[in-house]
């Protein structure tokens, strides 16, 4: 460790820096907002603290011990470049209770019928033919129960929603009423009226939710992906949204951010489009889990929330 260690903040909110509660011992913080900021700042880093670091820049990250991830996911992260050695530090907690608002909020908006009354009220018409559905009884099949899963699940349950779990291994987890491995993923597909894609991106999640995933879940259900674009297969996702073989979905990332405004998803009756906003970052919500950790680092004790990095979570 350098006598006074340097942490580089990558980010263009200088909150993030700004919110960095340096203990005793003390530490030089450096700002880089843009790429080039950050090439003649990161041979000096040996904590980092960013949320997309250019990879290519790792090459000059000799003494770079710790990686500090803001944001939910940390496949950008994982990046082969990244040296073995360091260490790469997740902020859970956070995003859970954001995603479950989100969650909940476009499951009502499915039940509540909101876009068939406010159809009927632009063209200033009283349709009571139709009534609301409930979210009470229905089943959620969340795919990926990590904590923010975990959060999702304890708010769908408060609404007497019944949740299903599927996870790598499939252990029992409390939060719901019966897990699945991923290899048994189609059976609590099957049951779901909503599915909720969590899972992490690696090697082994790319393009899991193909044909057969899609294929299994009932006509009538709506998946809800908050996960990553690629653990989709986009082409078998449009295939199954054009032909009515599933009820909608609701995309919060997709292959491509920005999705291309000639994407044809945008021009989808069945599909919500949302600017992957499900789990915002702030820097507020970020420091006090960083500076937890910065002053365990100083400290010489060991990090809290350490990724796995050969698992990729
Ligand atoms: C993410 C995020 O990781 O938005 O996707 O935090």
Not at 7 to 17: E, K, N, Q, S, T
Not at 34 to 51: C, G, K, Q
Not at 94 to 117: D, H, N
Request: proline share 8%; glycine share 8%.
């Amino acid at each position: 460790m350098q006598s006074r260690p340097t942490v580089l903040v990558y980010h263009a909110d200088r909150r993030y820096a700004e919110l960095v509660r340096v203990p005793r011992r003390g530490v030089t913080v450096r700002i880089a907002a843009t790429s080039s900021e950050a090439a003649s700042a990161i041979a000096e880093a040996e904590i980092l603290y960013a949320w997309k670091f250019p990879p290519q820049l790792y090459a000059k990250a000799g003494r770079l011990k710790w990686l500090q991830v803001m944001g939910a996911g940390v496949d950008w992260a994982l990046v082969p470049e990244l040296p073995p050695s360091v260490q790469v530090t997740r902020a859970p907690g956070i995003f859970g209770p954001w995603m479950a608002e989100y969650v909940v909020g476009w499951c009502s908006w499915v039940t509540q019928r909101m876009k068939l009354y406010r159809d009927a009220q632009r063209q200033r018409r009283w349709d009571d033919h139709v009534l609301p559905d409930r979210l009470a009884g229905k089943t959620m099949t969340i795919v990926g129960l990590g904590d923010i899963g975990r959060e999702i699940a304890r708010v769908a349950r408060g609404l007497g929603m019944r949740v299903l779990g599927v996870s790598r291994r499939g252990r029992p987890a409390r939060a719901a009423a019966r897990m699945y491995p991923v290899t048994a993923m189609a059976q609590a597909l099957r049951e779901a009226d909503f599915v909720v894609l969590l899972l992490p991106l690696t090697v082994e999640t790319r393009g899991i939710f193909g044909p057969d995933a899609l294929g299994a879940m009932k006509p009538t259900a709506w998946l809800i992906n908050i996960a990553r674009g690629a653990v989709v297969s986009e082409a078998a996702l449009l295939e199954a949204l054009e032909q009515k073989r599933i009820a909608g979905a609701v995309l919060d990332v997709f292959d491509r951010e920005p999705l291309p405004p000639s994407h044809p998803l945008w021009r989808m009756d069945n599909v919500v489009v949302t600017p992957h906003i499900s789990g915002p970052s702030t820097p507020e919500a970020i420091a006090p889990v960083f500076n937890d950790n910065l002053a365990r680092y100083l400290a010489a004790r060991p990090l809290r929330h350490v990724v796995d990095r050969a698992q990729g979570y």
